[in-house]
Nanobody, 125 residues
């Protein structure tokens, strides 16, 4: 079981920026693909971005492309999500996720097997 711990959420005004962090521990070797999801009562939980830990390839939902950036620091078993030009509709609980390395492919629409506890991002207009 991969243990994921997120940090970095908060409240900002529209147009502001945040950086979320997610550190994988306790069997982090079980994954080679990690991602970020966000959840609202209206839309449920949807994929935002994903990154392949082997090659660094990334994928993004169209709603965040060019505003959000996912990156990795393999030495720290950590991924990041930089959120820029935030909009009120970005308000959600953001979850980090990891996909079992036995699964092929890595994208924000992939199925993930382990989840963090979530961190709240609130954007006011």
């Amino acid at each position: 079981q991969v243990l994921l711990v997120e940090s970095g959420g908060g409240s900002v005004q529209a147009g502001g920026s945040l950086r979320l962090s997610c550190t994988a521990s306790a069997a982090s070797h079980l994954t080679k693909c990690m991602g970020w999801f966000r959840e609202t009562p209206e839309k449920g939980r949807l994929g935002v971005a994903a990154i392949s830990l082997d090659g660094g390839s990334t994928s993004y939902d169209a709603s965040v492309k060019d505003r959000f950036t996912i990156s990795q620091d393999n030495a720290r078993n950590t991924i990041y999500l930089e959120l820029h030009n935030l909009k009120p509709e970005d308000t959600a609980v953001y979850y980090c996720a990891a996909r079992a390395r036995t699964q092929t492919g890595c994208g924000y629409r992939s199925s993930f097997h382990w989840w963090g506890q979530g961190t709240q991002v609130t954007v006011s207009s």
